[in-house]
């Protein structure tokens, strides 16, 4: 399937992100060919392929597929919910990639995982993407400029499981246990 333009984006609204002098994006053909060995093609198609026009100060995002790649906010209630489904799973794969690389012996690996990391930075939630029901990343590795800019906005998004409480016995039980017998009170 063909790649095609699903966003255009101004220089000027956003604040690339990098490491050691190297933007996450100038890296999209390392990370996504990482992402298709290490996970799978689907999470290196997350990522839209950017192609940057320092003339016009922008960066042009290319996707598989055809036809319009709407924004999450603008999806219908279940749509946009059946694309978090796909995606958040997706989000925590590739952060425990990037926090494995990250804990490496190897200079390069750790390397891989920062910008990995930094690849996650979103400015918005409009910056997800949805195009056939498949969700695509445009722009990534980058934050908004300006006030209100949010860091990690994407990993915040993915759900934190919660541990059932465990059950550890009636209240008094457990006070006796701990004290000694329960004092009988007026007899």
Known sequence: MDDSLIATTLNRDLLAQGVGGQLAVQHWEQLTQYLRRALSPRHAALFAEPNPDPERGSIDWYASGTGPAVPLPQLDPAAAEAARAILMPMVAEIQAAAEKLHASASEGE???????????????RGA????????????????????GGVRELLVKMVPTPVAPMAMVGAPVAAAAARSGPVPSWGQ
């Open 110 to 124: 750790r390397f891989l995982g920062e910008l990995l990391r930094l690849a996650l930075e979103i400015p918005d």
């Open 128 to 147: 997800i993407r949805v195009r056939d029901g498949v969700p695509v990343l445009a722009p990534w590795g980058h934050t908004a400029a300006g006030p």
